[in-house]
């Protein structure tokens, strides 16, 4: 239904009132009530005078779905969470462990009916906004879908993310209040390595 609604512009839905308006206005003059014909006639010019006015306007171009989220904007999100860094052998760790409720995952299950793979970014980005991040451009698979190894269940992986590696960890959650179970982010990490630069003093080839 949210995808349909994403696909309907207020010119659209204006266009399709006006042919039912005259379909229902051919269908009462051949049943001959007269007593309608007139409103439906009213209904008719109206909606040809907004279809004329959207077709002018950019506002005629919002589908129903951007409508209703500038009607009833959504409350912003306030995700509980821990972060945590870690440095070990040239390697950075920045963890964020999220608490109940966690971050929504839009997925969908491939053909095979065995791996979950990302199916808007939409979500992830606007977690990744929340914790002051950059953003992801591409969409990736389940990584075990890739690797073919169980350890990769649940994990999504970006590489060269800035600077560095995202991995993004999948697990079944409950929202507290709806009781609503859903697939959800437990925690999202980011790997970035210190290059090591050799000192020319120290290579085989220097010259002093």
Known sequence: ?????????????????????????VILIIKRQHEYIFRAMMIMLIL?????????????????????????KEKPVVYNYTERKTFTTGKHE???VFNEPQPKLSLRLDKSGKYFHIKDL???????????????????????????FKRDANIYKWENYAGGTLIIERTICQDPKTLEIYQGVSNIRILQVDFFIPNPKNTPNSTR
């Open 94 to 96: 920045t963890r964020y």
């Open 1 to 25: 239904m949210k995808d349909i609604l994403g696909m309907i512009s207020l010119t659209t839905a204006a266009s399709v009132l006006l042919i039912l308006a005259a379909i229902w206005l």
């Open 122 to 148: 939409k979500p992830i980005n606007n977690m990744l906004k929340h914790l002051n991040l950059p953003e992801v451009e591409e969409i990736v698979p389940e990584l075990t879908s890739i690797t073919h």
């Open 48 to 72: 040809l005078l907004g279809l004329i006015f959207l077709r002018q306007q950019e506002a005629g171009k919002l589908t129903l779905s951007e409508i209703k989220l500038q009607i009833f």
